[in-house]
């Protein structure tokens, strides 16, 4: 058996989001003329309780144009460590923005208000860069797909207000966190100035993500989109299949989250394994005895058996659930890793 487990994002259109995609009315996305690009926004952004929306081809160019509104160059922005901003996004803060990160060391990739009050750096003081932005990942990818506690976030809104801060969301799977918490999109709207949100990780969507804000910063993040070259034509064939997802498979998140759940308690109890990191929604982070077995040496093993899964170095492994993960893969990798002794 086949079961690939290194990422959210390897799903595939299903045959009803195919279905909705064939029928697309379309038309030119540059010229604002693609109606179901423009149902896509409009009902995201009533989602999130936004002015507006707009659709992007990745994540990173969604929240690349989210940094490039609220900066200037030599701007600093605040973010965790493990950021996707800062670590996954090619550099792209300081090549796109000419922005540096101040790095909070969080846990699991969430920091405290008084860590990010405590990053800000003094406004009248010109040696140092001008903090303008909070960067926010929910959950966290690096993180291990941990949610984010409403009050903290609330808390980081008040220092943010305190010293004239923007607030952006890295939101990619963010609907993980809606489903495993019970939160609602609006109170996440409320709090932050703008949101991105993937389309094509679990929600199973083939290319697709929205940056969410005000009517005059996604009026800004039009003209930031057409300079780094993301203005599609027909995208209302991609955009189908976002409304599709939106409509028929957020919920089917918490089987996923199930799936996770029962691979990490599976792995608490192997001696081979030092450490699992809670699982809260999709994503399996889990650490071996490197003396037992290293972890290159577990997943070309798994990978032997038909087990895909990401490596990350220094023992640590990681695992992400999804919509193509059937029932019968998951019994198949249960029974592997409960048969692996080291
Ligand atoms: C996947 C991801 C993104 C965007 O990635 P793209 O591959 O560019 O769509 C952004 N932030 C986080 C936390 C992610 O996991």
Known sequence: MEVNLISDTVTCPSPGMLDAMMQARVGDDVFKEDPTVNALEEKAAQMFGKEAAL???????????????????????????????????????????????????????????????????????????????????????????????????????EVCNRHGLAYHLDGARIWNALVATGTKPEQYGALFDTISVCLSKGLGCPVGSLLLGSKADMDQALRIRKILGGGMRQAGYLAAAGIYALDHQVEDL?????????????????????????????????????????????????????????????????????????????????????????
Request: hydrophobic letters at 35%; charged letters at 25%.
């Open 55 to 157: 659709f992007f081809p990745s994540g990173t160019m969604a929240n690349q144009t989210g940094i490039k509104l609220h900066t200037q160059p030599g701007d600093q922005l605040i973010c965790d460590k493990y950021a996707h901003v800062y670590n996954y996004e090619g550099g792209g803060v300081s090549f796109n923005s000419g922005v540096s990160c101040k790095l909070v060391d969080g846990d699991r990739g969430m920091m405290e208000a008084p860590q990010v009050e405590a990053a800000v750096n003094p406004p009248d003081f010109y040696h140092s860069p001008r903090t303008r932005l909070v960067c926010i990942e929910n959950t966290t990818n690096k993180g291990g797909g941990a949610c984010w506690d409403m009050e903290e976030l609330e808390r980081i809104r």
């Open 254 to 342: 918490a089987e996923d989250h199930r799936k996770a759940r029962e691979i990490g308690a599976l792995l608490e109890d192997k001696a081979f394994v030092s450490y699992v990191a809670p699982v809260e929604t999709n994503i399996v982070i889990f650490e071996v005895f490197q003396d037992r077995v290293t972890d290159t040496a577990l997943s070309a093993l798994l990978g032997e058996q038909g087990i895909r899964l990401i490596g990350m170095g220094q023992g640590k492994l990681r695992m992400v659930t999804h919509r193509d993960y059937t029932p019968a893969m998951h019994a198949y990798v249960l029974e592997v890793l409960d048969g692996l002794e080291f």
